[in-house]
Structures are given as structure tokens and as C-alpha cells.
């Protein structure tokens, strides 16, 4: 079974600065799909970014990026010029390409200091 | 386009009482997914489902939990004889084809709180 984990359960970052959230993930499978949702208190999921494992690129949203390394089974998530609104739960998420479910890791709590 | 909806997003029921969750999938998307957030935790895979078909039920509980996506209206999550550790999150998805290169777009979620 596929396994998600954030070993970050929190995590401060300075309004302006950058930070970087870590998750790895443990699979047999050589293609499959990775996501960071956003969580703010409001408690909807919304989607961040998403990285098909078959791309070398990375994937990037605006001041969001990621750093996929598929030989380590890591996918971190690069946040710059971090804003206010940044601050929620940040989770990583897999589903294999054959697949339907997503599989989540634990959560990182993420705080933007003013 | 509307988004996923989900309704009630607020529900309160005491041990023993039912509980029924609804799902509103976005326009265009026929596949519908579950999951359920225990405080502080990620979220959990529950079941999935296309119209009037349950095609993955492996995260549900054996007992007391039940899903259903009929032709016409919501999908609908069912709990009967809630109980305290019931109380958690619910939230709904939902995705165009269902597997390759999908999306899950997720509603606002419903709150279950059993006294």
C-alpha cells in the first residue's frame, strides 16, 4: 500500500520570505500523480499544485513550485514571497495512475508571521 | 461553474440517531469520491463511486456506513446508529474520467459532530 508522510507537522515562515515543505512517499508504481492541497480554517481543500510523475519538469503555480525527485520518493513544496493567506494546513497527496483514491500525508501546519 | 456542494456543512445528531451527508458533484463530472477527516489528521479515503455504481468501498466501515450516487440527484453518504467517534469531517469530491491524468475537486465538507 502506498504511504504519505509529512514530517513536518509545523511550520513559520516570515511574510516575503520562502519556505519549503517537505513530503515523501513510499510506492511501487512508476506512474502515478502528486498534489499539495491547501487548507485554510475554513476547512475547503483546495488544490495547489499537481505533478505528473512521468515529467521531469517541475511543476509551478505562481509563487508555488515543486522540487520532485522521483529516484527519492520526495516532493516538496516551494512557497516565495509567502503572503498572510498562505498560512493553513498543507497536505500532500498520491493516487496512482490506475487508481481512484488519494492517499494523504499527515498535514503541515504552516504560520506566516507578519 | 458551480463548484462541488455539500450539504449539510453543519449537522449535529445524538448516539443512535442517522445521519445523511449529500454531495453535489461539479457540472460535467460523474465520478464522486469520500473522504473523512478526523481532527488533525489527513484525510481518509472512504468510497468511490459513479452513477448508481459503487466502484471502490474499501475505506468504508463494514457497519452502519453506506453510499449511494443515484441517476438523478446528490450522492448521498448515510450513517446509521451514529456514534461519538463518528464525529469528524466528511468531505466530497468529484473528477471528470476518474483515473490518468484527474483532478479532484473537493467541496467545502460537512461537519458531523455526534453528542
Known amino acids: 500500500a502506498q504511504t504519505v508522510t509529512q514530517s513536518q507537522p509545523e511550520m513559520s515562515v516570515q511574510e516575503a520570505e520562502t519556505v519549503t515543505l517537505s513530503c515523501t512517499y513510499d510506492?511501487?508504481?512508476?506512474?502515478?500523480?502528486l498534489f499539495w492541497y491547501k487548507q485554510p480554517p475554513s476547512r475547503q481543500m483546495i488544490l495547489v499544485i499537481r505533478?505528473?510523475?512521468?515529467?521531469?519538469q517541475n511543476a509551478t503555480e505562481n509563487r508555488f513550485s515543486v522540487n520532485f525527485q522521483k529516484a527519492a520518493k520526495s516532493f516538496s513544496l516551494k512557497i516565495s514571497d509567502s503572503q498572510l493567506g498562505d498560512a493553513a494546513m498543507y497536505f500532500c497527496?498520491?493516487?496512482?495512475?490506475?487508481?481512484?483514491?488519494?492517499?494523504f500525508g499527515g498535514g503541515t501546519r504552516l504560520m506566516v508571521k507578519p | 461553474n458551480a463548484g462541488v456542494m455539500q450539504n449539510p456543512r453543519h449537522l449535529v445528531r445524538r448516539r443512535g440517531q442517522e445521519a445523511r451527508l449529500r454531495c453535489s458533484p461539479m457540472?460535467?463530472?460523474?465520478?464522486v469520491y469520500w473522504y473523512r477527516q478526523l481532527p488533525e489528521e489527513g484525510l481518509k479515503f472512504m468510497v468511490y463511486?459513479?452513477?448508481?455504481?459503487?466502484i471502490d468501498e474499501s475505506g468504508m466501515p463494514k457497519e452502519r456506513f453506506s453510499a449511494e450516487f443515484p441517476k438523478e440527484g446528490p450522492s448521498i453518504l448515510r450513517i446509521q446508529q451514529v456514534v461519538r467517534g463518528d464525529s469528524a469531517a466528511y468531505f466530497c469530491?468529484?473528477?471528470?474520467w476518474g483515473i490518468g491524468a484527474d483532478t479532484q475537486y473537493f467541496g467545502p465538507g460537512t461537519r458531523l459532530t455526534v453528542l
Open positions: 463511486l459513479q452513477k448508481e455504481n459503487i
Open positions: 469530491a468529484s473528477s471528470i
Open positions: 510506492t511501487s508504481e512508476s506512474d502515478y500523480y
Open positions: 457540472k460535467g463530472h460523474s465520478h
Open positions: 497527496a498520491y493516487r496512482n495512475n490506475a487508481g481512484n483514491m488519494l492517499t
Open positions: 505533478q505528473e510523475a512521468y515529467k521531469q
